[in-house]
């Protein structure tokens, strides 16, 4: 086991390219599973959710074959298996694409129910549901979803989404890709990793229109042929570094992004006094003077994302004033708050609802991640804290985020990676 130590209180320069969307590859890759050729994948980023979930392609019988750390190419002609390797998928979320995929292809999915962070109860109904009325009879036993069409054949349908599930919308999108007849997806979410999976099944055949809005047609194909697609810049990771240089102070420029996909964070930072330039696929950020309290609300996209609540969380604790954020997504998601503390923040949560008084100053402590993105805001705030800040767990983080370490110590941050005695990490994982 390994754990992150950093030296903070340094200001951030230089520059940091960004790598492809997590949220995006691991929805993509299982969308290879429904083309009847090879897929070369671009900008895949290089992260332990993307290894996992092409060794579950791999254990399907698909053809993985790593072009360079950034590309593979994926041959499912010879797949038969439609059922996924337990101990496999109940380690990531996104084994929930593998349900609609293998259910589009063969008519039939056997995958156990998602793992993933714990951010809350996390249930899938909304998936099921959009499976059923695309003509599937759906169980769950012993752990497993079973999703079978009667005689092999999906047909399309009205989908209406009760909530915008980011997840259920891509599923609902894989299943019904190759069905027969229209499916229309009514209230879909739309956050930029839906348009780029239906951007990549387009690539390869398919037609799908109306993604990034509310209504999502997709006219059923009869078969997907092969192609290449590049994936897009991650947003979440992009905006962690803004929050990264809004913490510790300093002036980065942030390359390989898609700017607008990032007004939702920069429109909140400028509120906090920080400045953000926007160029073609860059940004540049600046943070000297001190940073202004604000309020922040999670929704659906363009809404400010959850997934960067806890990073930006991680700024405020150091802002002048009272910040109230109000998590709108996810009911669980203030486990860094205890963590903060032992840092020297002023936090205080109700529900929902996390109250924040800026301290002048956050002190170096040892930490332990929780799950992905609060163990990126942990290293935020270590940055930003006087002193040494250890973060354990770090297995979270990595599941997200490529080359952290060496991409911050580029931009001037004195963080590097130590290994954990066993037994001490065998006590911080039972503890966890
Ligand atoms: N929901 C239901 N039923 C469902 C599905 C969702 O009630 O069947 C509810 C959820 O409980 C939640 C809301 O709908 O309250 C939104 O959930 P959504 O389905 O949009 O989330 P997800 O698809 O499970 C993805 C990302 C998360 C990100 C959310 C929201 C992936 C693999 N995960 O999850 O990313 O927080 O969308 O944007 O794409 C992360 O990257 O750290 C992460 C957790």
């Known amino acids: 086991m390994q754990k ?25 890759i299982p969308a290879a599973l429904l083309v009847d050729g090879v897929c070369r994948i671009e900008n895949i980023p290089q992260i332990s959710d993307v290894t996992l979930i092409l060794r579950i392609l791999q254990e399907l019988g698909a053809g993985v074959h790593l072009v360079n750390r950034h590309t593979v190419e994926i041959d499912s002609r010879h797949i038969a298996s439609f059922r996924v390797p337990d101990q496999l998928s109940r380690k990531m979320r996104a084994s929930y694409y593998l349900i609609g995929s293998l259910l589009g292809r063969f008519g039939r999915a056997m995958v156990s129910m998602p793992g993933g962070c714990d951010l809350g109860t996390r249930p899938i109904d909304l998936h099921l549901k959009s499976f059923q009325a695309l003509g599937a009879e759906v169980s769950v036993e012993s752990g497993y979803v079973h999703a079978t069409a009667p005689n092999g054949r999906l047909h399309g349908a009205g989908i209406y989404m009760d909530q915008a599930s980011v997840g259920a919308t891509m599923n609902a999108m894989l ?23 239906a951007n990549f099944l387009n690539t390869m055949g398919a037609d799908i229109t109306g993604a990034g809005t509310d209504v999502i047609r997709v006219r059923g194909v009869k078969s997907l042929h092969g192609g290449a697609y590049s994936i897009i810049p991650d947003q979440i990771e992009a905006g962690t570094y803004l929050a990264a240089v809004t913490a510790a102070g300093g002036d980065v420029v942030i390359q390989n992004v898609i700017p607008k996909h990032l007004d939702c964070i920069t429109a909140k930072l400028e509120e906090m006094g920080v400045q953000v ?22 929704m659906p996209y363009p809404g400010f994302p959850t997934d960067m609540q806890p990073q930006i969380a991680a700024c405020l604790c150091l802002a002048e004033g009272t910040s109230v954020i109000n998590e709108g ?22 529900g929902k609802i996390a109250v924040i008084e800026g301290v002048e100053r956050l002190t170096g402590a040892s930490l332990r991640a929780c799950d992905l993105r609060a163990g990126a805001a942990m290293v935020v ?24 370490v060496e991409k911050l110590q580029g931009l001037g941050a004195d963080i590097r990676v130590v290994d954990v005695p066993e037994e001490d990490g065998q006590q911080a994982d039972q503890a966890g």
């Open 175 to 197: 299943a019904a890709v190759r069905a027969d007849g229209t499916t229309t997806i009514e209230n879909a979410a739309k956050e930029p990793h839906i348009v780029d999976l």
């Open 381 to 404: 705030a270590g940055l930003a804290a006087e002193g040494t800040t250890e973060i354990g767990c770090i297995h979270y983080i990595e599941r997200g985020y490529e080359k952290l």
């Open 329 to 350: 997504i996810w009911e669980n998601r203030y486990r860094y708050v205890s963590e903060f503390r032992r840092l020297g923040a002023h936090i205080q949560v109700d």
């Open 277 to 298: 330039e926007e160029y073609g696929d860059s940004v540049r950020v600046v943070r000297r003077g001190a940073l202004r309290r604000t309020n922040i609300k999670t």
């Open 4 to 28: 992150y130590v950093i030296h903070g209180g340094k200001p951030l320069s230089g520059t940091v390219s960004i790598s492809g969307a997590k949220n995006a590859a691991v929805a993509i």
